[in-house]
């Protein structure tokens, strides 16, 4: 069955280091990859879209990759702030599907 | 642009009634609305699809009698909760995809609706 992973501890790190943010799926092959944020009590905020077709996509200090090979991707901000801790959703999807399956998510906490 | 608002955003009900959740595009049109559910530490959950204008698809497992969906028009859609019970307790977000964008799968979601059943 499709599986999505992504790690359930929470990343902590220091204000102005860029943080890393893994994905990984098994038995799927998406097309897209979605990367959202939610806030506690708080819907899901979209924030990129990568095709299959592209490597990175970058969105002033987000950048995300996509290796169909590894079946990985990863979110990664740069000089992070106190205001990006919040829980990151991956979403795989592909192209006859509408819905989305989210991943477990993974709480980001930016120390000043 | 892209705003998705939920009513209400809170409910607290006592066993054994029913409680609607409203899902609304405000600024798009959406042909297709998800209804999601989140218990506390983990992920969402997709319930259903809704498509204006025909029934919903349920996820498995989810029973189409007791969480009733209505897609009336391209910008409502709402989830109803009979007969709710404790169990019924969690946030539920829905989410809604811009007509414009039928190639991609991308979704804007609406800010949750805790419900509490008591």
């Known amino acids: 069955s499709q599986k999505i992973e992504q790690n359930s501890e929470a990343l902590n790190i220091q204000e102005g280091k860029t943080a890393t943010l893994t994905c990984n799926y098994t038995?799927?092959?998406?097309?897209?990859l979605q990367w959202y944020r939610q806030d506690p009590g708080r819907g899901p905020v979209f924030l990129l879209l990568?095709?299959?077709?592209?490597k990175e996509k970058r969105k002033e200090r987000l950048k995300v990759t996509f290796d169909t090979t590894l079946k990985q991707s990863l979110f990664h901000i740069t000089a992070s702030q106190p205001a990006d801790s919040a829980t990151y959703l991956c979403?795989?999807?592909?192209?006859?599907?509408?819905?989305?399956?989210f991943g477990g998510g993974t709480r980001l906490m930016v120390k000043p | 642009g892209a705003v998705v608002s939920q009513h209400p955003s809170w409910v607290i009900c006592k066993s054994g009634t029913s409680v609607k959740i409203e899902c609304r595009s405000l600024?798009?049109?959406?042909?297709?609305m998800f209804w999601y559910r989140q218990f506390p530490k983990q992920s969402l959950m997709l319930m259903a699809t809704s498509n204006e204008g025909s029934k919903a698809t349920y996820e498995q497992g989810v029973e189409k009698d007791k969480f009733l969906i209505n897609h009336a028009s391209l910008t409502l859609s709402t989830l109803t909760v009979t007969s709710a019970h404790p169990e019924d307790s969690s946030f539920y977000i829905c989410s809604a995809r811009d007509r414009r964008l039928a190639g991609t799968n991308e979704q804007y979601f609406g800010p949750g609706t805790r419900l509490t059943v008591t």
């Open positions: 038995n799927y092959s998406p097309a897209y």
């Open positions: 979403a795989p999807s592909n192209n006859a599907g509408n819905m989305l399956t």
């Open positions: 600024d798009f049109q959406a042909t297709t």
């Open positions: 990568i095709r299959e077709n592209e």
